[in-house]
């Protein structure tokens, strides 16, 4: 298994509540569906937790946790198109649900 880093991210209101209605209808929890779908985007392998969500916050912070490699595919995949990270791992999520996303704060948790 391959070591997860985690991001503390803060979600557009309606990309969140996305994510969290996805998690909702197939028992999952917010993580999951997101990271789920990036690894899908970047092709890389993902093993969801299997954790139901554990309550539903309104906290503007979300900690998100992925698969180093995966990170790195997205950090490799952004450098090509001189973004961040940060927004084009926004610019799927918006688009696979799709909602309108607007600016985001994201910090290396260590």
Do not use: W
């Amino acid at each position: 298994m391959s070591k997860r880093v985690q991001k503390v991210v803060e979600f557009p209101p309606a990309l969140k509540q996305a994510l969290i209605d996805a998690a909702e209808a197939d028992g999952s929890n917010m993580n999951d569906v997101a990271v789920a779908i990036l690894a899908d985007e970047f092709g890389h392998s993902f093993a969801p937790t299997g954790k139901a969500t554990p309550g539903i916050t309104d906290a503007e912070r979300t900690s998100l946790s992925m698969p180093k490699p995966l990170r790195r595919k997205i950090h490799v995949a952004a450098a090509r198109r001189d973004i961040p990270a940060l927004d084009l791992m926004l610019e799927v999520l918006c688009r696979y649900f799709p909602v309108r996303c607007a600016a985001v704060h994201v910090r290396d948790e260590r």
